[in-house]
């Protein structure tokens, strides 16, 4: 890989990285690395919605850049977006998806430095349409993106979220403890994700609801995103022996603001979980078709026992092989390893406030 020219003290950065809420979040500290590398750059975040409003309130990046879904496939989007992107005049893009829709993102922007992945992780036509070809070798996505920076110079870079919580919410979130009276304390439960084959039974997590509260005074709330989620919080909850309440409708910012106030987390690999860790709750997260290791909650600075895995086997295969499949590894892991775990979560919670939580 040829050395990039000097950028000089005030490059005009744009990072493209479309989709989903998750990875947005796992992206996050890379804004921040631009940021404390070049302090007078101008970042810009082209993003799809809805994580367009999680990553406004991102505090390195200037401006964020809605990106309509679909654009590669309507040519009239396509124009606009381009015509949008190049009044920033970017100097360079940067493309921690590696694939072709934010790479093409990043080819319509007019930057003549586009750094992107290297193959395997590098897919589709992005290979084609950036200019720099990063090898990594970490294997959290986290790590793999800071990585990614080394071509402008930026290493030993700390990751960190900094993710800041409007009022609106916090008060959300009070108003929700106050309603349900949950003074106690709670634990955060969201059974949703992106892939059926990552979701576990909505009956087997009302079990472990009921387990909470019955074993450890807690009440657990269900958040959901959606009609289908919320048929899924309905089914915990009837399941749950009463132990278990349904949140009401929520922004992102509002479930960020319920998780800070919970206890700890309990999930699957989910955006919503990425969201739990980036806030530095501990978190229970349930693994199927994804590998803890590459896209778990990052605990490299946490404390151990922060968050707890759960994976029986590993059920592997391409992307779209693992994104249509059968959730089977998820169903591999019983409600008595999901119970066992919030036993160890409750002990280390409270040998790390020398108290009881609850």
Not at 309 to 330: I, T
């Amino acid at each position: 890989m040829h050395a990039i020219p000097s950028l000089g003290d005030q490059p005009r950065i744009l990072i493209s990285r479309l989709s989903h809420i998750g990875d947005c979040v796992l992206t996050i500290p890379v804004a921040n690395a631009l940021r404390d590398r070049f302090p007078k750059a101008f970042i810009a975040w082209a993003i799809e919605p809805p994580g367009d409003r999680l990553i406004k309130r991102c505090e390195s990046v200037d401006e964020v850049l809605t990106v309509p879904k679909g654009w590669l496939k309507k040519p009239r989007q396509a124009w606009n977006l381009r015509r949008q992107l190049r009044t920033y005049a970017f100097d360079i893009a940067i493309d921690p998806q590696s694939l072709t829709k934010s790479s093409g993102v990043s080819y319509i922007s007019g930057a003549k430095i586009r750094i992107g992945l290297e193959p395997p992780l590098g897919r589709e036509l992005s290979g084609w349409l950036n200019t720099r070809l990063v090898g990594v070798s970490s294997d959290h996505v986290v790590d793999r993106s800071i990585e990614m920076l080394k071509a402008l110079g930026v290493s030993n870079s700390e990751p960190r979220f900094d993710l800041d919580i409007p009022e609106t919410a916090i008060a959300f979130a009070n108003k929700t403890a106050d309603e349900f009276h949950l003074q106690s304390g709670f634990v955060v439960l969201n059974p949703g994700a992106g892939w059926v084959s990552r979701q576990w039974e909505n009956r087997r997590f009302g079990e472990v609801a009921a387990h909470i509260g019955k074993k450890h005074g807690l009440t657990v709330v269900v958040t959901w995103f959606g009609d289908n989620e919320r048929l899924m919080a309905r089914e915990i909850i009837q399941t749950s022996s009463g132990h278990a309440v349904m949140a009401p409708p929520s922004s992102i910012w509002d479930l960020a603001a319920l998780i800070e106030k919970s206890h700890f987390y309990v999930g699957c690999d989910t955006g919503p979980t990425h969201l739990a860790a980036a806030l530095g709750a501990s978190c229970i997260t349930l693994f199927g078709t994804t590998q803890p290791e590459v896209s778990g909650p990052y605990q490299k600075h946490f404390q151990s026992g922060s968050h707890i895995h759960l994976q029986k086997f590993y059920q592997s295969g391409s992307s779209r092989e693992r994104r249509k499949a059968e959730n089977v590894a998820m169903l591999a892991i019983d409600v008595d390893d999901v119970k066992m775990a919030v036993d160890r979560m409750v002990t280390n919670l409270g040998n790390r406030c020398g108290k009881k939580i609850a």
